[in-house]
Structures are given as C-alpha cells and as structure tokens.
C-alpha cells in the first residue's frame, strides 16, 4: 500500500531548540536589524557589506547549532510516511536531522549566487561570504536568500505539495509571511491539519484541524504519535 503523504510547514520555531533566533519573538532576529536593510535588494544595493555581515554571522550560528528532536522526529517519520518538509528556514537543520525531501522557500544560508543569474549557485566552503567573490561571469555573489520583496520560486512546487497532503503539519511559524503562509488554505479538506507551536499561530477554520501548544520536539512527537493511530493502526 503506498505510504500516506506528509506535509511539513516549518519555521524558526523548530530551529529555536537548537539555540537559533526566531526573528518575530523577544530579542529575536528582526528585533536587532531593520529587515530592509539586511534584507532586501535595496539594502543589497546601498551597502553590501552590511547585508553580507548579518548573513555571515547567521550562517556562523547556524553552522554551530545541531538539529533538535524536532527535526529528528520528522525525519523518522519517514519510516513510515512519505514526507516533504517545506521549510521557511534557510538553515540545514533538517538536513543535517536527516530528513530526505526538504523544500528550502527562503533559500539557503550555505549557498551563494550570482548576482546576475539565479541559477548560479554555489556551496560556500569556507567561513564567509565577501565582497569581491565572484560568479563565474564576473559578478558579485550574493547569498542564495530570498529578500524581502524578492519572488519565491519554490511556491508553486510547494503548493503543489499541500494539494496532495494526506495530513499536514506546520510548525515553529507565525504565519505571517505570504506565500508560505497561504500554504495551509492548499490542503484538502478531508486531510488534518496538526500545529505544534508555544503560542499557537491565527489559524483559518477547518474540520479536522489539531492545536498542540508544545515546543516543537514535544510537540512533534505527540503528532507522530496520533499520525500514527490515525494511519497505520
Ligand atoms: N517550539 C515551537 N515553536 C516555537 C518555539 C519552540 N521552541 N519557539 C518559538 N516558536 C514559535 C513562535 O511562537 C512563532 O510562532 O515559532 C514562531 C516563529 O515565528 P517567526 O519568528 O515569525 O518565524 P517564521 O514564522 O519562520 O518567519 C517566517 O519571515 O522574516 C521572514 O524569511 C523570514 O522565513 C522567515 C519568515
């Protein structure tokens, strides 16, 4: 029998075990930085320097912290799930959690690209990412991040994903972010939605909607759990 389709909609909320800022909490990342100007092609433009720092020190942080039993419990759920994780979050916890299909919305902090052509990409090897490295025609590499009023190639694919959830999950996210939020409103009908978060996020009404007010790793394991009742027995 194939196995039951598994949706993921992650956040910073599932990263915050592993000692990573979310950006919308107390002292949390946009607390400290005005979002345009580390964050968007205008700030990009005015000063590169400033935009390449905050972004070499996130993925310094996101290279120190591990995956949590939030991003694990996913993983395992593979055993038994078909599972796609669309992430928000540019870290590879997931990855390195050991998730197979993860969809990164916002990018990725361990890539870089061409400023002139977005399907340059470029693993980072080492610490930084400086002015004066270059793509291969020539131009400045920027962080393979989308900014604030930058399109989300990856938005029909993960549209296309919530289309097919036998059961979806967001988790550690305000859903305040378009399209990524949009995501839920996607999933059929009949299929459950599970929200694991500390502060449960507005959510539209639905039928089959579970609200657990958990950090992330209890949180999840209470989904695997009733995924579990609910599919395999
Ligand atoms: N466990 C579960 N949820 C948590 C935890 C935790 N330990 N800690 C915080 N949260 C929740 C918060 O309650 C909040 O709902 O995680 C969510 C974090 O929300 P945001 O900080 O807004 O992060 P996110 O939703 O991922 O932001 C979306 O906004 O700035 C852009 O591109 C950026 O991808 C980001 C997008």
Redesign the pocket.
């Known amino acids: 029998m194939a196995k039951k389709k598994i949706v993921v909609l992650s956040?910073?909320?599932?990263s915050?075990?592993s000692g990573i800022a979310?950006?919308?909490?107390a002292n949390?990342l946009?607390e400290g930085h005005d979002v345009m100007e580390v964050a968007s092609p205008e700030g990009w433009r005015k000063n590169p320097e400033l935009v390449l720092d905050f972004y070499n020190q996130r993925r310094k942080n996101a290279h120190l912290a591990q995956p949590n039993r939030g991003h694990e419990i996913l993983a395992e759920l593979e055993q038994d799930f078909d599972v796609t994780v669309v992430t928000?979050?540019v870290d590879d916890l997931h990855e390195r959690g050991g998730s197979n299909k993860v969809m990164h919305l916002?990018g990725k902090l361990f890539e870089s690209r061409s400023s002139v052509d977005e399907n340059l990409i470029y693993p980072i090897t080492g610490w930084e990412l400086k002015l004066g490295d270059t793509c291969e025609k020539g131009s400045q590499l920027r962080p393979n991040i989308v900014w604030f009023g930058e399109a989300v190639p990856m938005i029909e694919k993960a549209m296309e994903e919530a289309l097919q959830a036998d059961a979806f999950i967001v988790?550690?996210?305000?859903?305040?972010?378009y399209p990524?939020a949009g995501l839920v409103s996607y999933v059929p009908k009949l299929s459950p939605i599970y929200v694991?978060?500390?502060?449960l996020?507005e959510m539209p009404s639905r039928r089959d909607l579970h609200l657990i007010e958990e950090?992330?790793s209890t949180g999840l394991a209470k989904v695997a759990e009733m995924l579990k009742r609910r599919f395999l027995e």
């Open positions: 956040g910073a909320g599932i915050a075990e979310t950006f919308r909490d949390g946009w928000q979050n916002h988790v550690g996210t305000s859903l305040v972010v990524a694991v978060d500390v502060k996020p950090k992330a």
